[in-house]
């Protein structure tokens, strides 16, 4: 007969509970802080981004300013300049994807608790605050060139605030489709440099709509770019209803982005063994 002792009588040890969830918030901010840290070992990937844009907005304003005059020229550069060099956002988002799925780290996070909004987020947030900081900068040096707001300060800084906004949220969105999409960097490549030309052409970025052929001014709204233009065009002028009905476009683009790279974010939406 066992003895009767405290240990004998008190049955079975109790399972140990398990570990709380520490919440999508918390998944989320852990993912943004790695992948922040990864962009920051870069420093000279991120300098170029900064640097390049203000050269080319010196060297392009000229010959604006000599067709379109000192106030038309200007704002054309600055727009140009914004359109055209944010859309290193897509190659700053899908790289970052790619690159995980190529080191098959992407399968590993993909298997965790975390959802496909919270994996996309860690990957887009810190390309987000790089893509904010040099729209500013070019907008701040364009206004030392003389790009100036129409409407008062206060709305004027607003609605070109929303427009860059819903600009960056398209971006970073089909740079996450992107990267999800792409089998190999030179595939990713070729989708970003052949997009990159469609979106900054036919949006009018470079050269103004107007003196385009009937054709592409037809298929214009077909691209972001063209909503990207007009959000910026319209928010320089003061007008907010334009400004607000471009921005819808574009957020409208962000989502259908951002929802196809989630599905395939997801643990059934395809594998990295297909690279």
Same mark, same amino acid.
């Given at each position: 007969?066992?003895?009767?002792?405290? $240990?004998?009588?008190?049955?079975?040890?109790?399972?140990?509970?398990?570990?709380?969830?520490?919440? *999508? $918030?918390?998944?989320?901010?852990?993912?943004?802080?790695?992948?922040?840290?990864?962009?920051?070992?870069?420093? !000279?990937?991120? %300098?170029?981004?900064?640097?390049?844009?203000?050269?080319?907005?010196?060297?392009?304003?000229?010959?604006?300013?000599?067709?379109?005059?000192?106030?038309?020229? @200007?704002?054309?550069?600055?727009?140009?300049?914004?359109?055209?060099?944010?859309?290193?956002?897509?190659?700053? @988002?899908?790289? +970052?994807?790619?690159?995980?799925?190529?080191?098959?780290?992407?399968?590993?996070?993909?298997?965790?608790?975390?959802?496909?909004?919270?994996?996309?987020?860690?990957?887009?947030?810190?390309?987000?605050?790089?893509?904010?900081?040099?729209? !500013?900068?070019?907008? !701040?040096?364009?206004?030392?060139?003389?790009?100036?707001?129409?409407?008062?300060?206060?709305?004027?800084?607003?609605?070109?605030?929303?427009?860059?906004?819903?600009?960056? &949220?398209?971006?970073?969105?089909?740079? &996450?489709?992107?990267? @999800?999409?792409?089998?190999?960097?030179?595939?990713?490549?070729?989708?970003?440099?052949? *997009?990159?030309?469609?979106?900054? +052409?036919?949006?009018?970025?470079?050269?103004?709509?107007?003196?385009?052929?009937?054709?592409?001014?037809?298929?214009?709204? %077909?691209?972001?770019?063209?909503?990207?233009?007009?959000?910026?065009?319209?928010?320089?002028? !003061?007008?907010? *209803?334009?400004?607000?009905?471009? %921005?819808? %476009?574009?957020?409208?683009?962000?989502?259908?982005?951002?929802?196809?790279?989630?599905?395939?974010?997801?643990?059934?939406? *395809?594998? +990295?063994?297909?690279?």
């Amino acid at each position: 007969m066992l003895p009767d002792t405290a $240990a004998g009588i008190a049955g079975p040890p109790a399972r140990s509970a398990a570990p709380a969830d520490p919440g *999508g $918030a918390a998944r989320a901010g852990a993912l943004i802080r790695h992948n922040t840290i990864l962009l920051l070992r870069d420093p !000279g990937a991120l %300098a170029s981004r900064m640097i390049l844009p203000l050269a080319f907005l010196i060297l392009l304003h000229p010959l604006y300013e000599a067709a379109q005059g000192h106030r038309g020229g @200007v704002t054309q550069a600055v727009i140009a300049t914004v359109v055209t060099f944010s859309l290193l956002a897509l190659s700053i @988002v899908g790289g +970052s994807i790619l690159t995980d799925r190529i080191w098959h780290t992407w399968e590993r996070v993909r298997m965790t608790a975390a959802r496909p909004a919270e994996v996309l987020a860690g990957k887009v947030i810190p390309a987000l605050g790089v893509l904010l900081l040099q729209q !500013g900068l070019i907008i !701040g040096f364009g206004a030392a060139l003389g790009l100036r707001l129409a409407a008062p300060r206060p709305l004027g800084l607003a609605l070109l605030g929303l427009a860059t906004l819903a600009w960056s &949220a398209t971006l970073l969105g089909l740079g &996450a489709l992107i990267g @999800v999409l792409a089998r190999s960097m030179s595939e990713l490549s070729a989708a970003y440099d052949i *997009g990159a030309m469609i979106l900054s +052409s036919l949006g009018g970025a470079l050269v103004p709509l107007t003196a385009m052929p009937s054709w592409v001014r037809d298929i214009a709204p %077909a691209s972001p770019g063209y909503w990207a233009v007009t959000a910026l065009q319209a928010a320089l002028r !003061g007008d907010a *209803g334009r400004t607000l009905t471009a %921005a819808a %476009a574009l957020a409208g683009f962000a989502a259908g982005a951002a929802l196809l790279a989630a599905m395939r974010t997801s643990r059934t939406g *395809g594998r +990295s063994g297909r690279l």
